[in-house]
């Protein structure tokens, strides 16, 4: 058999494979991390939005109700109906 004193280049390929592989590995790693991350920030933006939703929508529902209407309309704005005198404790 006739041995070779030189240069390996199947181990050289191998080498440079393995090190291909784990590169896009580790690249396809780091992009998952940010997608997580930005997925997570993205769930707290939406949990705020649906609290902020939903006080909203029971707002909306209070104002729909001519008793409450009125209720703000004496007590925030100070407002009074014909005939009436509108009354504020002194502070």
């Known amino acids: ?3 070779r004193n030189g240069f390996n280049w ?8 393995v090190a291909y592989f784990s590169t896009v590995l580790i690249s396809q790693q780091v992009h998952l991390s940010h997608v997580s991350e930005t997925q997570r920030m993205a ?3 939406l949990e705020k939005a649906q609290k ?3 006080i909203l929508r029971k707002e909306y529902e209070e104002l ?3 008793d ?3 209720k703000i309309a004496r007590e925030d704005l100070g407002l009074a109906k014909d005939g009436e005198l509108p009354y504020q404790i002194s502070r």
Do not use: G, S, T
């Open 52 to 54: 902020e939703n939903e």
């Open 10 to 17: 199947f181990a050289l390929f191998m080498f440079l494979v």
């Open 68 to 70: 409450n209407i009125e």
């Open 43 to 45: 769930d707290k933006r």
């Open 64 to 66: 729909q109700n001519l």
């Open 1 to 3: 058999m006739k041995k």
